[in-house]
Nanobody, 130 residues
Framework: QVQFVESGGGLVQPGGSLRLSCAASGFTLDNYAITWFRQAPGKERLGISCISSSGLITDYEKSVKGRFAISRVNAKNTVYLQINSLKPEDTAVYYC???????????????????????WGKGTLVTVSS
């Protein structure tokens, strides 16, 4: 059974940090590009960070660049999102999604859009508040 499960969310004060995890079971992440999305209350879902299946390419939405860091540990079938210097406007449900990218140049594909995502997690809530 394929599962994609996010964890690590919670309540944190402004300026704080969290590490979100996205663990896969039932499939191996090695051949998938992974993108983190978030959806704030009343707003559309937004792609905020991605990592290619090769692990060589990462990208960030401008509002999180310099504060968030994505990484992957294929041996653990897990992708992480370190989120630092949190602001109240970072409050959202955070989701991860996977795009199959197995061969050639596709292994450096790193999308911040949700086109062609195959697997989605159910999300983890991050609340930034004092």
């Amino acid at each position: 059974q394929v599962q994609f499960v996010e964890s690590g969310g919670g309540l944190v004060q402004p300026g704080g940090s969290l590490r979100l995890s996205c663990a896969a079971s039932g499939f191996t992440l090695d051949n998938y590009a992974i993108t983190w999305f978030r959806q704030a209350p009343g707003k559309e879902r937004l792609g905020i960070s991605c990592i290619s299946s090769s692990g060589l390419i990462t990208d960030y939405e401008k509002s999180v660049k310099g504060r968030f860091a994505i990484s992957r540990v294929n041996a653990k079938n897990t992708v992480y999102l370190q989120i630092n210097s949190l602001k109240p406007e970072d409050t959202a449900v955070y989701y991860c999604a996977a795009l199959r990218a197995t061969y050639g140049s596709s292994r450096d594909f790193c999308p911040l859009s949700d086109v062609a995502m195959i697997y989605w997690g159910k999300g983890t809530l991050v609340t930034v508040s004092s």
